[in-house]
């Protein structure tokens, strides 16, 4: 019998709760091939247990105030006893280091690496979403059998973009969207001002990004400070990313920071053509003018002429955004990840 104990104790409903998710049903299926079960664990008052509804097996919810404090503590040991976990999977460093303290004796243990900022311990296995996270795991001491390479992946949309579809740039303002959590790594300050440049240039553009965050304030008054009111807006967030996503011509990816970042993909996916930052992460998806275009980071003029010239090629634009989406459903759907992840766990027990 191979039980699993599957761990995320994140707040919210970004990235890192949606590779979570991802992994849920295919460890549940594996585990199963193997006389076991998989318990999914989830943060007490977080946005995963809330939104769970109906599920079945239901996810086990629990206090995470910090990796050392006795009530965390002695809910995880709590959750241990009940799983009997042949394998315990984190998804970040809080769970764990944690997990690490309550684990059985024998207990193969995992962590799915999502950032650069994580430490790592004898006979752990880490599975790492980007190549520079699994070539970091090796230069801070993780053996290579220990090492997996596991890429996000996103569920084929049922939106499909039709960008430059709507009209020329002389007759219809371009849409250039963005989405994600309104934080300073993500460049959203340097695409505010792309924009500005774009219109001094006379270019008929809009942008919209839609996600929340504590750096809206400072957004809001970029774009004031700009004069960009009419043509830049912060919509929120939206339960239909691929929708959101579908409705725009170009899309915008200033990150700073990323592991793999699936709004990247979702937007490849849908058929945009995407200009992003030239950073650890989209760097492993994309090929500058094969299937997006690729810019400096922090560069508010190359990434304005890169967005330029985008717009000024609609059918270039087209061919760029076919290419993002035949590349991302032919190697990061479910069926892929699916694969990746159970040759790693097959990995794990003969490399425990």
Same mark, same amino acid.
């Given at each position: ?98 997990? !690490?303290?309550?684990?059985?004796? *024998?207990? +193969?243990? =995992?962590?799915?690496? #999502?950032?650069?900022? $994580? ?122 990313? !691929?929708?959101?996503?579908?409705? *725009?011509? +170009?899309? =915008?990816?200033?990150? #700073?920071?990323?592991? $793999? ?92």
């Amino acid at each position: 019998m191979t039980n699993i104990l599957h761990a995320m104790l994140g707040k919210g409903l970004g990235g890192l709760e949606q590779v979570f998710l991802d992994y849920q049903p295919i460890l549940e299926a594996w585990a199963a091939q193997h006389d076991g079960r998989c318990v999914g664990v989830v943060r007490q008052g977080g946005k995963v247990a809330a939104a769970q509804g109906q599920r079945t097996p239901p996810f086990v919810s629990m206090p995470a105030f910090t990796d050392w404090d006795p009530v965390t503590l002695g809910a995880a040991k709590a959750v241990v006893r009940e799983a009997q976990p042949a394998l315990i999977l984190s998804h970040g460093q809080r769970p764990a280091r944690l997990f !690490a303290k309550a684990a059985p004796a *024998g207990a +193969v243990q =995992a962590v799915c690496v #999502h950032k650069p900022a $994580f430490d790592v311990a004898p006979g752990v296995h880490y599975l790492c979403v980007g190549q520079h996270l699994a070539q970091l795991a090796l230069d801070r001491g993780a053996s290579a059998d220990h090492v997996h390479f596991i890429p996000n992946a996103v569920t084929p949309p049922t939106a499909r973009a039709t960008p430059f579809a709507r009209g020329s740039v002389e007759s219809c303002p371009i849409k250039i969207v963005a989405a994600g959590r309104l934080h300073p790594k993500k460049g959203f300050d340097i695409l505010i001002r792309a924009i500005g440049k774009l219109r001094a240039y006379d270019l008929e553009v809009t942008c919209e990004i839609a996600g929340e965050g504590d750096e809206r304030g400072a957004l809001e008054s970029l774009i004031r400070e700009l004069d960009l009111a009419p043509c830049v807006k912060l919509v929120g967030w939206t339960d239909d990313v !691929a929708g959101f996503l579908a409705s *725009g011509d +170009v899309f =915008a990816f200033p990150s #700073h920071q990323e592991g $793999f970042p699936l709004t990247l993909l979702e937007a490849m996916a849908v058929g945009l053509p995407v200009v992003a930052t030239e950073i650890d992460g989209p760097n492993e998806i994309l090929r500058d003018g094969v299937n997006g275009r690729l810019v400096p980071d922090d560069d508010v003029d190359r990434l304005a002429e890169a967005l330029g010239e985008v717009v000024a090629d609609p059918q270039g634009g087209v061919r760029l955004g076919e290419a993002a989406r035949a590349l991302v459903l032919g190697e990061y759907g479910p069926d892929q990840l699916a694969r990746r992840l159970e040759a790693a766990l097959d990995g794990m027990f003969t490399n425990a």
